[in-house]
């Protein structure tokens, strides 16, 4: 059991903490029953911070013992028996000597019943009985549409030239309707969402609002208006793999008008790095929500690319684990369209991360993903990180010491890359860092010229 005291400045700093859609606070007088409405609340919604020993004013008024919050922890573990979706630990007050109990809740891959037998919502500074279980496991990727049937006659993918040219690449020797019918992209005689936008030649017939809206801005500003606008928004239409490769390709001709001015060069063209443009529009296509009526959204704009996918990110994956975690709304979808010979998703499960990694690779910063309670926004900024002396100076300011394999973390550099040990040197030859006294080979860190470090421990 973990207790920290307090200094008074935190004990101000954690009475003040106002309630909103991540943080609630509660008297210790809440029956352990109504705390876990709370906590079904936030681990329904994005998870969040609870604080149990601070009154609707504001004050303090912590436990007398931490044993007094015995029935608060059991109600927790009642909701959360194995433990892994929320953490707690006990503040101390420095001059009354009681306790206040913070409770962290992640964002729960189940939905998470309270003690009343209802499912609560965090809206705002609220907890909220959720009226549409079913709307809930469907944000929660418990239920996904893809699996719902459309009422249109099955030739309309059986017989579709996208099917064709599928099955005489992968399974030349079957007939259409009885492979599609074993994947049950038919079912009761009725194509899917999931067979529509796969494999009819235009799913957005039966699905309106399942293309893509592309949109270019002539301005930088967080929000484009229509005056704004360079023309009207191009629509794109098409089964899903055509719809990745055309996005794309205009994404791509599109952001090459866009002028750029670099000192000594004159007007050159923005470049974004092809993989991360594929790999963002592909992820908010095959994880989009299809029942809700909305189209994938890409705006260009003078300074950055947008890609809104309409849902919101599914079961426990946050903006904060989504390149470590792995989640898929519509699995049908993705492992349907990584049979294509030329999938777009090939290296499943590792799209964003290659994202990510092709920008860095152009000292571009990464992209920001925020989830906005209906749609999930990838911003794409074509910003250059600092140099990477820069990135180093900073990291020894703010810890003391560098080497070889923190440089290399930070940088996001492989370890087999040699450059690391040439801007040491080009650092150290330029009189702004040198080796930390006691530290070689392997071990050596390096500290800003002149500075003292007590840092001389010796890794890599």
Known sequence: MEITELTKEQ??????????????????????????????????????????????????????????????????ESLFPYGSEYSYEFFEHPTLGTFVLRVIIQKAR????????????????????????????????????????????????TNSETIIGFMLEIVPE??????????????????????TVLFHDEPQIHLPKSG?????????????????????????????????YKTVEETVRQVEQIPLLEEGRGFTTIQYPRETLHEIITNALIHRDYEINDDVHVRIFENRIEVQSPGTLPAHITPNNILDERFSRNPMVVRLLNKFPDAPNKDVGEGLNTAFAAMRKLELKDPVITDTGTAVVVSIRHESLASPESRIVEYIKARGSINNR????????????????????????????????????????YRLMGSVSSDQESSD
């Open 11 to 76: 004990v101000v700093s954690i009475c003040a903490t106002p309630e909103d859609h991540f943080h609630d606070c509660k008297s210790i007088r809440i029956s352990p029953a109504k705390l876990t409405k709370a906590m079904s609340a936030f681990a329904n919604a994005d998870g969040g911070e609870l604080i149990v020993g601070v009154e609707d004013d504001g004050a303090w008024g912590g436990f007398p013992t931490v044993e007094g919050a015995n029935g608060h922890l059991q109600a927790m």
């Open 110 to 157: 189940q939905i998470k019943v309270a003690s009343d037998g209802k499912a609560y919502v965090r809206r705002g500074a609220q907890s909220l009985p959720v009226a549409d279980v079913e709307e809930l496991r469907r944000r929660k990727g418990l239920s996904t549409h893809e699996t719902a049937t459309l009422n249109y006659p099955p030739e309309e993918i």
């Open 212 to 244: 893509v809206k592309l949109y270019r801005y002539t301005t930088s500003d967080d929000q484009g208006s229509r005056e704004q606008l360079a023309y009207d928004p191009m629509s794109i239409e098409g089964p899903v793999i055509d719809l990745v």
């Open 174 to 195: 079957t007939e259409p309707e009885k492979w599609l019918r074993k994947q049950t992209v038919i079912v009761d005689g009725h194509p899917t969402v999931a067979g």
């Open 406 to 445: 923190e440089a290399r973390t930070l940088l996001h550099r492989p370890e087999a890359d040699r450059s690391i040990r040439r801007l040491f040197a080009k650092l150290e030859a330029s009189g702004v860092i040198e080796k930390v006294p006691g530290t070689n080979k392997s071990g050596t860190r």
